[in-house]
């Protein structure tokens, strides 16, 4: 026997962790509440970023070969060199922004050896530059703090061509 996390009954038989449909509806309805509507889900082997209901995930749970069919987040723009990104003092307000949306990430607190800044950010190894540095940014949050970045993101629908821009 098992107890409803809702009602606190006992079942023997029924969804996972819920008695009845109701419970297992109201179960739902203060997950969502509490971790919102939509989570956004990380493909493992891109690192491309889908909006997943948050129903999806609890009722089904999201497969990465189902993640297609959710809408993606797409960088747009090209770098303008601003060095934002590359200048650890904009890591605190950075890291605020991290911290608000709950987000773990690795950042280095060193400046780079290969930026400078003489009015525009440059970059002496640019072209062959690390994957960390070619992936970023990879969602919002990242140039949320740096007003300076000329990169912008949309969401895809997922499916088909068109866009949500967001």
């Known amino acids: 026997m098992s107890r409803c996390l809702?009602?606190?009954?006992?079942?023997?038989?029924?969804?996972?962790?819920?008695?009845?449909?109701?419970?297992?509806?109201?179960?739902?309805?203060?997950?969502?509440?509490?971790?919102?509507?939509?989570?956004?889900?990380?493909?493992?082997?891109?690192?491309?970023?889908?909006?997943?209901?948050t129903k999806d995930i609890l009722e089904k749970g999201v497969r990465e070969q189902d993640l297609d069919r959710y809408p993606r987040l797409v960088r747009l723009g090209e770098c303008n060199r601003c060095g934002k990104c590359c200048d650890p003092a904009t890591l605190p307000r950075r890291m605020e922004v991290y911290r608000r949306y709950g987000l773990a990430v690795l950042i280095h607190t060193e400046p780079c050896p290969h930026f400078h800044y003489d009015g525009r950010g440059v970059c002496d190894i640019y072209k062959e530059r690390p994957a960390m540095c070619r992936a970023f940014p990879r969602r919002p949050a990242d140039i949320e703090g740096l007003p300076e970045c000329s990169y912008r993101f949309i969401w895809i629908k997922g499916g088909s061509n068109g866009t949500d821009e967001s």
């Open 6 to 53: 809702i009602c606190g009954g006992f079942y023997h038989q029924g969804r996972a962790l819920t008695c009845s449909e109701s419970c297992h509806e109201e179960l739902i309805n203060r997950l969502t509440a509490r971790f919102g509507e939509f989570k956004e889900v990380v493909r493992s082997s891109t690192g491309e970023v889908f909006k997943v209901p």
